[in-house]
């Protein structure tokens, strides 16, 4: 009778680590990083790619986990309940749930997953094997399973799920450096461009263009020797050519092109005619995603594109440089002009030129001002005034203070911004 109590036992305290090690498992295998694994199994680390192979079909391991968790549980709880009837009679049944709910919750579900939680990697990596041949074994008995599942799913609008999916992974990977950056694990710098690039879908060309009132254009009818010296000013290498008025944009002229062709002239300028090397223009619609920009970018081998709008008017510019910037910050070289844009002061305020991208002052000031709406932070101000301000003015919004300083003709040239540490951001906020 002692031997066959010992082996009932053994039985149980077996069944219950079994049922620890598909519930460690199962969470293990939940939070290991895949990306951490993605980067073993290109080291070389085989359980790396076992774990991999069981993460792309989770149906798999949740059906084989589930199965093997119920089916020792339910056995350990029988084996005991039979065990303590017959040595307390008919209160055996009140002993075994509680003392089989104790040893399941504490060393077959709290204990095993708390561990899995805290090295799932490594607790990952050392189960995936026995995981494996576990699914394997349970195959014929798991494929009943997934058939009953497969035919709930039918039900289920899977394209919608689809789309959430990829979503919530966009939002994941967001979500994960910002947190990684508030922890200090992750440099400001490098948060912005890491995020910069997930903001590429997010943004239209139109966004980040240069404006066609800032652009750098060439009269297709000056003299070459105008041309040059205009040129010789210019900080670009690429400058848009027009005819009879300036929104005509009829080529590109590109300096190489120019000298290239002097030389050939043997610097002869009475021989030169600049349209005869300008560069066709590429005209692209403002609705078009950077992204998709920068990609056309890449294929086309360009540089430099004309932006329209939906009556075929130029609206302005955008040029590969612009895009990269939205993920690097500013690129400067040895020949660009140096403007002070954002000008931070000593009390706090920040003074803005009127043209200076939202997302700009946002990245350098690390503030969070919304830019559905407008894209430059006086384009912000007149959509909440609902008018053009006067200099003087103050208007209070977001959660910032902004004070117009100085005004030309209908556009606002610089701007005062404060943020307001006691303010509450809101959608409207009361001018002052």
Same mark, same amino acid.
């Given at each position: ?18 049922? *620890? ?45 589930? #199965? ?75 494929? *009943? ?52 690039? #997930? ?26 020797? /105008? ?15 027009? /005819? ?6 009829? *080529? ?146 977001? *959660? ?10 209908? /556009? ?21």
């Amino acid at each position: 009778m002692t031997l066959e109590i010992g082996l009932t036992l053994l039985v149980v305290l077996t069944l219950i680590c079994l049922s *620890g090690f598909f519930s460690g498992s199962e969470t293990a295998l939940t939070a290991a990083s895949r990306a951490r694994m993605h980067a073993l199994e290109q080291e070389g680390n085989i359980n790396a790619g076992r774990v991999n192979a069981l993460l792309t079909e989770p149906h798999r391991i949740i059906g084989a986990v589930l #199965l093997g968790n119920n089916l020792v549980n339910i056995l350990a709880s029988a084996l005991t309940t039979s065990l303590l009837i017959s040595l307390f009679g008919d209160v055996g049944v009140l002993y075994a749930t509680i003392g089989v709910t104790v040893l399941v919750v504490i060393f077959a579900e709290v204990l095993p997953k708390t561990y899995a939680l805290a090295f799932s990697d490594r607790f990952a990596l050392a189960i995936a094997p026995a995981m494996q041949a576990l699914i394997v074994l349970m195959r014929p008995f798991t494929a *009943g399973i997934e058939f009953i599942v497969r035919q709930i799913f039918r039900f289920t609008p899977t394209e919608k799920d689809d789309d959430a999916n990829l979503l919530a992974a966009h939002e994941e990977i967001r979500g994960t450096i910002d947190l990684q950056t508030k922890e200090g694990a992750v440099a400001r710098h490098d948060a912005d461009m890491l995020g910069g690039v #997930l903001d590429l879908r997010d943004l239209q060309i139109d966004d980040i263009m240069i404006h066609r009132t800032k652009m750098e254009t060439i009269n297709a009818d000056d003299p070459t020797e /105008k041309v040059i010296d205009e040129l010789l000013d210019s900080q670009f290498t690429r400058v848009p050519i027009w /005819k009879d008025q300036p929104e005509n944009i009829v *080529g590109v002229l590109h300096t190489k092109d120019l000298f290239a062709a002097l030389g050939r002239q043997s610097w002869d300028l009475s021989k030169i005619d600049i349209m005869s090397f300008a560069l066709e223009p590429w005209f692209v619609p403002e609705t078009t995603s950077v992204k998709v920009q920068l990609n056309a970018f890449l294929k086309r081998k360009a540089q430099l594109a004309l932006v329209v709008d939906e009556y075929g008017e130029v609206q302005g510019l955008i040029t590969l440089e612009d895009i990269l910037e939205e993920i690097v910050g500013q690129i400067d070289d040895e020949h660009d002009t140096q403007e002070a844009n954002i000008r931070p002061q000593h009390d706090g305020t920040v003074n803005v030129d009127g043209t200076v991208a939202i997302r700009d002052l946002n990245r350098f000031m690390n503030w969070d001002l919304p830019d559905e709406e407008a894209t430059t932070i006086a384009g912000l101000v007149i959509h909440e005034a609902e008018n053009i301000p006067e200099p003087g003015q103050v208007f209070k919004f977001y *959660g910032y203070r902004f004070e117009i300083l100085r005004k030309h003709r209908n /556009k606002i040239a610089a701007i005062r911004v404060k943020p307001l540490s006691n303010a509450t951001p809101a959608k409207v906020a009361p001018r002052l």
